[in-house]
């Protein structure tokens, strides 16, 4: 098991950029693959990215693709994303998720391992 704690949400207006971060701690973080994503009120929890231990194998969903980077940095224990360009319709509850497998799926119950979530809110 994998403990994940975000932090990084916040409020911002439409255009900006916001760094969210995963720190991760338990078992051994390099081995497993890193996903992040997000739940707005009414609709269900969207994948957005992941990436494998290595870091060399990375997936975006269409709707985030050119306007957020994931990345991790295994020494630290921690995965980041970073989101530029952020629209009103980005606003929401953002998780990051631990797969145990190494492989990159965009389903959530792929994942055994949650963060309790951090808020973004992108005023227009």
């Known amino acids: 098991q994998v403990q994940l704690v975000e932090s990084g949400g916040g409020l911002v207006q439409a255009g900006g950029s916001l760094r969210l971060s995963c720190a991760a701690s338990?078992?051994?973080?390099?081995?497993?693959?890193m996903g992040w994503f997000r739940q707005a009120p009414g609709k269900e929890r969207e994948f957005l990215s992941g990436i494998n231990w290595s870091g060399t194998y990375i997936r975006y969903a269409d709707s985030v693709k050119g306007r957020f980077t994931i990345s991790r940095d295994n020494a630290k224990n921690t995965v980041y994303l970073q989101m530029n360009s952020l629209k009103p319709e980005d606003t929401a509850v953002y998780y990051c998720?631990?797969?145990?497998?190494?492989?990159?799926?965009?389903?959530?119950?792929?994942?055994?391992?949650w963060g309790q979530g951090t808020q973004v809110t992108v005023s227009s």
């Open positions: 338990g078992r051994t973080f390099s081995m497993n693959v």
């Open positions: 998720a631990g797969d145990s497998t190494g492989l990159i799926r965009t389903t959530q119950s792929a994942y055994d391992s």
